[in-house]
């Protein structure tokens, strides 16, 4: 007998027959003699739904109450699955954040999970009952409710398998598991049985949308075996867990992200202080950077050149134009129309082979590149974005990820 | 400086501009420099909603899940008005059930309060807040959300103020007071300025649905004075209090209720124990008996004739038909077409010179009694289905209630 945990997102759960189908799930796992606690996410829509009417009510809605609203949405789910597995004959029980209990801090809009008292859980499963929590919301200790953020019911999953020492956390969702790269964009792209935690994390911060980031963390650090599975197809899905397979190849998937901007500061003294003026303007507007080079010019002059997110570009270009005479600079340029094309695999650094393989396959493409950065489980380049999915398919193929899958 | 508990129902809070509008009467309350505590039910239709979806889920949806269910609909509109409150500048906080706490029994669907602690309330209403409550919910024990039944939201709105010594619970409805009989019936039909509890509960009981019949005796227990008003028209309302002003008429109004069945067992020997037997027979079915006549026959036989609400007709007969033999009786019959006339006062009894006036009026009209009950509060009588409006308005005339309301 083991315990599960099962988390069911949106669409797995957008309406009342996908409900029973999702009920099917975890009637399967107690049919096999395991305790079961099933996470749920709201409906697909309810959420911005109900905040869309918060923010009809005022201009600035108080966050407060904007938790207590969002909130309804997970225990609307919770309720409806609980009626359909008591009616089935398996004993179940829905609760609430506040009924767990899932202590939070009181950050509303997006708390983080300070404690979760197992005792109560503990009880209704060893008496035989499959308890169906609210993902995504807990209770401060002022008794009010808050909410994680979104794509907090992942982090709850987490969380709870944490708590109860849980056997395996499996989150439910559209994709039947974790791929090497974006099967849209390159048709070869296969599914993974296993993964690490660490390339996880630089899958998800590198685009792969099949995880929430700060899910993946809590896992690792708890050592929560999570497995990413399909809950429309049948299938073992994807094992993320703290040791890979000995088989298992050195590089694991291919990642891309259309979400940098390129910013250019051109023409500074060439000192060694130049970058620290640029990147300290930068830092105390809290604007992350994410890949450096500089380029010499002629006449003791250089050039910075580094991404940002393009959610912060308009604010870089405008601390930047405000410290142009101290820097001092001559010109400020930005280019949106690049894109960040990661490698992931494990220990990479201690391999620079593939280092040069990278650049190599690139270059026999003709793909040019803005700039390079490596770390232990990512080697990331920028590119023109009209290159992007040429570059992935080309890394796909050079690392040998477009090879049939091999049998179970 | 007055403490007031407003209550609004599901038409008054419908829609996103309702609740806006019924917040304008928390505000004027406030700025008046009251104290303010607002009850709300779910929008209209929504409760109605959420347990369709649950009855979907399961033939026979578990009670506690439909709590949990049912509960998120308050939870939705109180959100919504504190969040429009708090963005007016008017702190507001919302607070579900056990948020307050409500202490209920474990009776999911029909929960009776136990216990309201009023420390919070007090502390967040000295503190200046308005407080928003959840109405239809509670808490048990056990930390279950329990609801207290349709129309909960009046109860829960009586029983805060009760808990807080409040000044007065006001009831906004769509209605602007209550009537002395049905406006659609008689056109003469006018507002009464007060009525005592113990009136207002017979015509509650009677057939009038301005107020749930459990709030009226709740608010009679602890003597919270209680006024409706209309949330859409501007006015004081109905007062409904311990006392009735010195100049208060006699009789305050006219119901009718069209809910009565009447049964007719034919033949029986007429022997002290008959009536005994026949309601012997129904008081062990749970059946509530309400009017009863006896008119005896030749040959020492009798039939007995009484009503029963229209819901228990089916298993009336059932009990009776089956029990024919030992009554014994020769015949049952049962029709539907009647209705109960009701004419609503202060200490009718000591008044016998009104049931004379009640005869006359309706043998002036040649109206047909099939019977009639009398009461310290209430003279009834059953008249055939076709002569209701014409019973109610010819004794609304005959009572003096279809005179020019007076001045205020």
Chains 1, 2 share one sequence.
């Not at 995880?211 to 429309?232: H, N, W």
């Not at 994807?238 to 390129?262: D, F, H, K, N």
Request: glycine letters at 6%; a negative charge.
């Amino acid at each position: 007998m083991a315990l599960i945990v099962q988390k069911f997102g949106g669409t797995s759960v957008a309406d009342l027959e996908r409900i029973r189908h999702a009920a099917d799930k975890a009637i399967a796992a107690r049919d096999a003699g395991h305790q079961v606690v099933v996470v749920l996410s709201a409906m697909s829509g309810e959420t911005n739904r109900l905040l869309a009417m918060g923010q009809q009510m005022a201009a600035q809605p108080d966050s407060r109450e904007m938790d207590q609203l969002a909130a309804t949405g997970e225990q609307v789910t919770i309720a409806l699955m609980a009626i359909h597995l008591n009616g089935r004959g398996y004993p179940a029980v829905s609760l609430q954040g506040w009924q767990v209990p899932i202590a939070t801090n009181a950050v509303h809009g997006k708390a983080r999970i300070e404690q979760i008292d197992s005792e109560h859980l503990h009880r209704l499963l060893n008496d035989g009952r499959i308890v169906v929590v609210a993902g995504f919301q807990g209770v401060s200790s002022e008794g009010n409710i808050t909410t994680l953020g979104r794509g907090g019911s992942d982090t709850t999953a987490v969380a709870l398998a944490a708590a109860l020492n849980a056997d395996e956390c499996q989150i439910f969702t559209d994709v039947d598991g974790v791929y090497t790269t974006d099967p849209r964009m390159v048709p070869e792209a296969h599914r993974l049985d296993s993964i690490t935690f660490k390339e996880m994390l630089e899958l998800a911060s590198q685009g792969s949308k099949v995880l929430q980031t700060r899910s993946v963390e809590f896992a690792g650090k708890y050592r929560v075996p999570l497995r990413v599975l399909s809950t429309f197809v049948d299938g073992p899905g994807t094992l993320i867990s703290v040791e890979q397979g000995m088989e298992a190849p050195l590089v694991s998937g291919v990642a891309c992200s259309r979400q940098e901007a390129w910013i250019t500061v051109a023409h500074m003294p060439d000192t060694p202080f130049s970058a620290s003026r640029v990147f300290g303007t930068l830092a105390r507007a809290h604007i992350e950077v994410d890949m450096i080079t500089q380029t010499p010019n002629a006449h003791q002059r250089t050039d910075f050149s580094f991404s940002v997110s393009r959610t912060d570009v308009t604010q870089a270009i405008s601390v930047l134009a405000g410290a142009l005479p101290e820097l001092p600079a001559e010109a400020i340029s930005v280019n949106n129309d690049v894109a960040k094309v990661s490698v992931i695999g494990v220990a990479l650094r201690s391999h620079p082979e593939l280092v040069m393989k990278l650049f190599d396959a690139l270059a026999a493409e003709q793909i040019r590149l803005l700039a390079i950065t490596t770390s232990e489980s990512r080697i990331s380049v920028l590119v023109p974005d009209t290159e992007t999915e040429r570059s992935v398919r080309t890394l796909h193929r050079a690392f040998g990820l477009s090879v049939a899958v091999k049998a179970e």
